[in-house]
Nanobody, 119 residues
Framework: QVKLEESGGGLVQAGGSLRLSCAAS????????MGWFRQAPGKERKFVSG????????YYADFVKGRFTISRDNAKNTVDLQMNSLEPEDTAVYYC????????????WGQGTQVTVSS
C-alpha cells in the first residue's frame, strides 16, 4: 500500500509558477499510475493530470493543457506537477493520487497542499 505526501503549495501572483511534488513510500512506486486532482472551496474535486507508470503517457484536463506539466521519477519515487501561467481560478487544494497499473480508480490519496493564486 502506497503512502503519498504532497509539498510545494503556496501563494503566488497570477501569471506566476509553482511546482508541486508528491513523494511516495510504502510500496514499489512503478506499480502505480499517478495523478493530480484539485478541489476549490465549495466545489467538487476534479481531475487535473495523470501519468502512467512508465511516465510515457500523460493526460491533462482541458483547463490546464499547455500550462501544467506532469512528470515522474521512479528512481526517486516522486511525481511532480509544474504549473505555469497560474490564474486565480487555479486556487484550490491539490491532491496527489495513485492506483495500481491498469484501468482502476484512484484509491490512494495524499493529504493535499493549498495553492492560492492572487489576482
Amino acid at each position: 500500500q502506497v503512502k503519498l505526501e504532497e509539498s510545494g503549495g503556496g501563494l503566488v501572483q497570477a501569471g506566476g509558477s509553482l511546482r508541486l511534488s508528491c513523494a511516495a513510500s510504502g510500496d514499489t512506486f512503478s506499480n502505480y499510475d499517478m495523478g493530480w486532482f484539485r478541489q476549490a472551496p465549495g466545489k467538487e474535486r476534479k481531475f487535473v493530470s495523470g501519468i502512467n507508470w512508465t511516465g510515457r503517457t500523460t493526460y491533462y484536463a482541458d483547463f490546464v493543457k499547455g500550462r501544467f506539466t506532469i512528470s515522474r521519477d521512479n528512481a526517486k519515487n516522486t511525481v511532480d506537477l509544474q504549473m505555469n501561467s497560474l490564474e486565480p481560478e487555479d486556487t484550490a487544494v491539490y491532491y496527489c493520487a495513485g492506483h495500481l497499473r491498469g484501468p482502476y480508480e484512484y484509491d490512494y490519496w495524499g493529504q493535499g497542499t493549498q495553492v492560492t493564486v492572487s489576482s
